[in-house]
């Protein structure tokens, strides 16, 4: 994560709950912030309960986030009830107390085992209102919303009509949220569509073949680049830039006639031409040689969370339960250049998702051989 390039200055960090002003901390002392935060360990507060939910699409190391703000809110003195389903618990008044041992022998364990939905309910103000009443109803002062950027719309509507607090965690494999460099889930996705690429290649480098893999990624082309590096690929299509059909079919081509067996073509499900199918009908119009189309699905969204992404979501959830403890609200835990910040939720709300990286295009294209 060291080699990517600087994010623009964020407005961040330590807004105090019932104080409208919000301070922008320039990111070079953010370090310093978030080591004064990391200071303030355990301090006392009046907060006794707190709620935590996934929402949007599940993602791996959500378990071991959840697993972190438990036992951080336990070590904080708050009792951590799970809204179970996403928006849709509080919707619902549905909640349920996770203690210490109810995250046990989670960490490892992909999904969410506290469940998350689509809840479009939650668009209209009168009934994120009745959300809010059935948290004040259980006592319930503050909310830990882990998910992407929709999610946090839900989370910063809540908190500006409602007053609830809430520390939000990015969690989804997409890799697409303003003000990280980091979402729980994409390291696991990325190495989930690694690994089956190089056991699809071992078929392409025997028999001749190319293979347009297609891989996760509506709109967002992150799992789709890292992928195509990590797996060494001919080509890459992503939603963020413009398919040239033609180049590719002359490079494959090219690839083919100077001696080069197997050929990986990987395909963003969001790319222009419509996904890893049509792309390959279309070079192969181009190009005619033997190829075959994979197409990953949801094996991506799936399985044990990697390393890294355990130690994001470790990190991630006791974080934003003690941002709460100590009184902040409407932030975000992010990761920049491997350090975890504090970000204004209305700030990553406010931006569409980080620009694809061209770094990544350009590298994935000359080692293409
Ligand atoms: P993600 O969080 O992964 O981006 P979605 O965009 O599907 O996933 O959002 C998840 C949920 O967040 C939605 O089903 C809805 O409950 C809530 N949500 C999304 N956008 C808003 C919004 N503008 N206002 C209130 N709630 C929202």
Redesign the pocket.
Known sequence: MNDVPAPAPLAAAGRQRGNPEVRAIPRVIMDEVYCAIRLQRSTVTSMDRLAILT???DAPGMNAAIRAAVRSATTHGITMMASPN??MGLVHGDFQELDDRAVGNQIQRGGTFIGT????E??HADV?AKAAENMRREGIEGLVVI????????AC?LAGEQGVAVAGIPG?IDNDVYGTDHTIGFDTAVNTAVLAIDQVRDTGESTGTTFFVEVMGRTSGAIALHTAVAAGATGVLVPEAHDDIEDLAQRIRKSIQSGKRSHIVVVAEGDHEGGAFRVAKKVSECYEHPYRVVVLGHIQRGGSPTALDRIVAAQSGALAVQALAAGRSGIMIGIQRGVPVEVLLSEVVAHSHPEARSDLLALAQQLAG
């Open positions: 929402s949007g699409g996403g928006f939905s689509r809840c479009p939650f668009l994120r998910g992407g950027d929709g999610s946090f719309r839900g509507a989804t």
